[in-house]
């Protein structure tokens, strides 16, 4: 169990979006977390593969690649 204090103008946010949603604060809290969570260990492998120089290649070279260039 994890209490969390919130600003009131977020708080007031969050209450707005369960009561329109049907859903509870603490859902949108962990989805919102969740999220963070996963993005913030997707930058820290970015982050390590641009530390290790690795080879890149451009989102057009991508899209040629796999003839969905435009």
Known sequence: MLAVRLEQELEAELTKLAV?????????????????????????????????QEPRTSLADVRKELGLAR
């Open 20 to 52: 329109a949603t049907g859903r509870s604060k603490s859902y949108y809290v962990k989805e919102a977390l969740t999220s963070y969570l996963q993005d913030h260990a997707d930058y820290l492998l970015a982050l390590a593969a641009l530390e290790r």
